[in-house]
């Protein structure tokens, strides 16, 4: 190796060194001791009880895990694909000019800013049941009250409303950067063959942000299992285990119940299945652009 390459190589170590001691106090650390904690019994006070899988054996029988994956599952298979299809719906709409373009992008995109405990604030005031906003439009209309925080169904809906309206901005942005990159030759080429309308969506829009799609399909499948600040702000999991999911069961049995290893070892299998579609995504990036 020569002078200027060790030069090189120990300026670039000195240049990612902060990232890299950022990443292992608060990523790498946190995550070994978890693994860690979930192989023990421990309820954050004391000495640590190795118990070596028990806390995984324990998870198989466990039907309470099995009902937050179950609606950690169905949650994701509906919100994932409302906002990938609003997130374009958005984009194609203030991809065209029109009067206050710029305005409605930023209003398409103030959810993603918002936190979602602020998020959860604004929707339980309109998902209120006795004063909320959208039970007195009901009303107005001659249409029965909905129970939003005592009935299964309702309350599952209105976790799903509000990931969903914040996760429209995000998409729109990708999607705009995508639209914005193909080249109108491409277009005007279509309309001479008569693709227009609905065949120029199906036809050239939809193939030509494709990998665009496959990025925001993973991202937001990565993101819906770790849900949980607006769902506990919501429904605390409520009625009953209906929007209980993964990550608050996790904070349940570790902050409530105190059996911290038991949590970890939920969050243990949250970080398997996030890794696997990372993973997913990666190969598959690499393998479209290798082609």
Same mark, same amino acid.
């Given at each position: 190796?020569?002078?200027? *390459?060790?030069?090189?190589?120990?300026?670039?170590?000195?240049?990612?060194?902060?990232?890299?001691?950022?990443?292992?106090?608060?990523?790498?650390?946190?995550?070994?001791?978890?693994?860690?904690?979930?192989?023990?019994?421990?309820?954050?006070?004391?000495?640590?009880?190795?118990?070596?899988?028990?806390?995984?054996?324990?998870?198989?029988?466990?039907?309470?895990?099995?009902?937050?994956?179950?609606?950690?599952?169905?949650?994701?298979?509906?919100?994932?694909?409302?906002?990938?299809?609003?997130?374009?719906?958005?984009?194609?709409?203030?991809?065209?000019?029109?009067?206050?373009?710029?305005?409605?992008?930023?209003?398409?995109?103030?959810?993603?800013?918002?936190?979602?405990?602020?998020?959860?604030?604004?929707?339980?005031?309109?998902?209120?049941?006795?004063?909320?906003?959208?039970?007195?439009?009901?009303?107005?209309?001659?249409?029965?009250?909905?129970?939003?925080?005592?009935?299964?169904? *309702?309350?599952?809906?209105?976790?799903?409303?509000?990931?969903?309206?914040?996760?429209?901005?995000?998409?729109?942005?990708?999607?705009?950067?995508?639209?914005?990159?193909?080249?109108?030759?491409?277009?005007?080429?279509?309309?001479?063959?008569?693709?227009?309308?609905?065949?120029?969506?199906?036809?050239?829009?939809?193939?030509?942000?494709?990998?665009?799609?496959?990025?925001?399909?993973?991202?937001?499948?990565?993101?819906?299992?770790?849900?949980?600040?607006?769902?506990?702000?919501?429904?605390?999991?409520?009625?009953?285990?209906?929007?209980?999911?993964?990550?608050?069961? *996790?904070?349940?049995?570790?902050?409530?119940?105190?059996?911290?290893?038991?949590?970890? *070892?939920?969050?243990?299998?949250?970080?398997?299945?996030?890794?696997?579609?990372?993973?997913?995504?990666?190969?598959?990036?690499?393998?479209?652009?290798?082609?």
């Amino acid at each position: 190796m020569t002078k200027a *390459a060790k030069v090189e190589r120990w300026a670039g170590l000195v240049l990612a060194s902060p990232a890299l001691l950022v990443f292992t106090v608060f990523m790498f650390v946190p995550l070994v001791l978890t693994f860690w904690y979930s192989l023990n019994s421990y309820s954050g006070f004391g000495d640590l009880e190795f118990v070596g899988l028990e806390n995984y054996t324990t998870i198989v029988s466990d039907s309470t895990f099995w009902r937050a994956a179950i609606n950690t599952v169905v949650f994701t298979a509906v919100t994932v694909p409302m906002g990938i299809a609003l997130g374009l719906g958005a984009a194609l709409l203030v991809n065209r000019w029109m009067p206050g373009r710029g305005l409605f992008r930023g209003l398409f995109y103030v959810p993603v800013v918002i936190s979602g405990v602020a998020s959860g604030v604004i929707f339980l005031r309109l998902f209120d049941p006795l004063v909320g906003i959208l039970n007195q439009l009901a009303n107005s209309l001659g249409l029965p009250s909905v129970d939003w925080q005592g009935d299964e169904r *309702a309350a599952m809906v209105s976790i799903i409303v509000v990931s969903t309206w914040q996760s429209i901005g995000f998409g729109m942005v990708v999607y705009l950067a995508a639209l914005q990159g193909i080249p109108r030759e491409v277009y005007e080429a279509g309309t001479v063959d008569g693709a227009v309308g609905w065949k120029r969506l199906r036809h050239i829009t939809w193939p030509l942000v494709a990998p665009t799609t496959f990025f925001l399909v993973v991202y937001a499948i990565i993101q819906s299992f770790q849900v949980f600040d607006s769902v506990y702000v919501l429904t605390r999991g409520g009625p009953g285990n209906a929007t209980t999911f993964l990550v608050q069961y *996790a904070y349940e049995e570790g902050f409530n119940q105190r059996r911290q290893g038991y949590a970890a *070892a939920i969050g243990v299998i949250i970080y398997v299945v996030v890794l696997i579609f990372t993973v997913l995504q990666w190969r598959l990036s690499r393998t479209r652009d290798e082609v």
